[in-house]
């Protein structure tokens, strides 16, 4: 019997113990920056509008932001009636409104943005972490196959 035949069941069982462990690693990431995104909206103390789809509540997940973002373009859209900030003159001061109501909406977006690539990470990491205990499980299989086998 050759040292592959051996000793490939080895193979499996590292790379299994490698992606679980990334996987474990990937998933602590993932919490930890949206418990990070989380902490930097309940900080600002933003509560969303008595309009939006979700009202008066305090903005700290992806769905209260983007319910608030929406009430800020609503707003900013009528304020300016319906003109962009390319399509205000200069000099308008409502061009400075939009500009405040889009720098407004990035951050909210931003936000939003966040919870969501924490929320792809975590997944991400499950699915390594899966994908890696499957692979030590078939470890010992292939060591139990290969000791079957005559010489």
Same mark, same amino acid.
């Given at each position: 019997? @050759?040292?592959?035949?051996?000793?490939?069941?080895?193979?499996?069982?590292?790379? @299994? /113990? @490698?992606?679980?462990?990334?996987?474990?690693?990937? %998933?602590?990431?993932?919490?930890?920056?949206?418990?990070?995104?989380?902490?930097?909206?309940?900080?600002?103390?933003? /509560?969303?509008?008595?309009?939006?789809? /979700?009202?008066?509540?305090?903005?700290?997940?992806?769905?209260?932001?983007?319910?608030?973002? =929406?009430? %800020?373009?609503?707003?900013?859209?009528? =304020?300016? *009636?319906?003109?962009?900030?390319?399509?205000?003159?200069?000099?308008?001061?409502?061009?400075?409104?939009?500009?405040?109501?889009?720098?407004?909406?990035?951050?909210?977006?931003?936000? %939003?943005? @966040?919870?969501? /690539?924490?929320?792809?990470?975590?997944? #991400?990491?499950?699915?390594?972490?899966?994908?890696?205990?499957?692979?030590? #499980? %078939?470890?010992?299989? #292939?060591?139990?196959?290969?000791? =079957? *086998?005559?010489?």
């Amino acid at each position: 019997m @050759g040292l592959l035949q051996r000793f490939g069941w080895l193979a499996p069982l590292q790379l @299994g /113990i @490698g992606f679980a462990a990334g996987g474990v690693y990937m %998933i602590s990431q993932g919490l930890a920056a949206k418990k990070e995104v989380r902490a930097a909206l309940v900080a600002e103390q933003i /509560i969303s509008s008595a309009e939006s789809r /979700i009202p008066r509540a305090l903005v700290q997940d992806a769905e209260t932001a983007a319910a608030q973002a =929406e009430v %800020i373009r609503t707003h900013s859209l009528r =304020e300016t *009636e319906g003109k962009t900030f390319a399509q205000i003159p200069r000099g308008d001061p409502m061009r400075d409104y939009y500009l405040h109501a889009v720098t407004l909406r990035t951050a909210l977006g931003l936000a %939003i943005m @966040g919870f969501k /690539i924490s929320d792809l990470v975590v997944g #991400m990491g499950a699915f390594m972490t899966a994908t890696g205990a499957a692979l030590v #499980m %078939i470890a010992p299989a #292939m060591r139990a196959a290969n000791r =079957e *086998e005559p010489d």
